[in-house]
């Protein structure tokens, strides 16, 4: 257990619509970078947050944001779904963002696009 | 460009044989290198990392990795799998690049264990 939850589980959405996903750090990290694992495949980073601001994004398309609040949660967002956004989700924190610190991955969101 | 390589897709192996999945990297500068592993349905659970020091690092559940420099690689070996190891398990770069600290994984090496 790293103490890193995130909600939902599992999504079901379709094409077009919107979904909010959430994640809640380990005590004490302010740091959340978000990943996407197509099945398959290894993670890909989609985006960082540090204290509550954007820190640097993966290639990724506008459509994917998120938001990183003064508790540290953090929100990835993702317009106009796609049927290649079907995924597991993962978010990560850490405490900081320097080179020696260790990300501690949550359980995982898995989105289905119907 | 930064990029992580498991040339293994899947192995099989019997219980209570050794293990080792080969991992891999290029990256430019001194590399932070991880080995994580992922049950079905599960998220990323860490095994061991590397940083400097001692190239010979110990994880959790018996698991051990060498770095090797000369060889860009990080191999994750295990003398004796029980039956639980069975997982996916990824191997990770830590990479920096205009002040944002992100991992590169590689695409995976599935493990299968025989009773």
């Known amino acids: 257990e790293t103490g890193v939850t995130q909600s939902p589980t599992h999504l079901i959405k379709t094409r077009g619509q919107q979904v909010t996903l959430r994640c809640s750090s380990q005590s004490g990290h302010n740091t959340v970078s978000w990943y996407q694992q197509a099945l398959g495949q290894g993670p890909q980073f989609i985006f960082q947050y540090y204290r509550e601001e954007e820190n640097g994004r993966g290639n990724f398309p506008p459509r994917f944001s998120g938001l990183q609040f003064p508790n540290y949660s953090s929100e990835l967002n993702v317009n106009a779904l796609e049927l290649d956004d079907s995924a597991l989700y993962l978010c990560?924190?850490?405490f900081g963002q320097g080179d020696q610190e260790t990300q501690y991955f949550g359980p995982g969101t898995r989105l289905l696009v119907l | 460009a930064q990029s992580v390589t498991q040339p293994d897709i899947h192995i099989t192996v019997s219980e209570g044989a050794s293990l080792e999945l080969r991992c891999n990297y290029s990256?430019?500068?001194?590399?932070?290198l991880f080995w994580y592993v992922q049950s079905p349905g599960q998220g990323l659970q860490l095994l061991l990392k590397y940083f400097s020091g001692d190239t010979l690092v110990q994880g959790i559940k018996g698991f051990e990795a060498e770095f090797k420099r000369s060889q860009s690689s990080f191999n994750l070996r295990k003398p004796s799998v029980h039956w639980s190891d069975a997982a996916e398990y990824f191997c990770a770069v830590g990479a920096s690049a205009s002040g944002t600290y992100k991992y590169i994984f590689g695409t995976g090496t599935r493990l299968k264990v025989l009773a």
């Open positions: 990256y430019g500068a001194t590399p932070y």
């Open positions: 990560a924190s850490s």
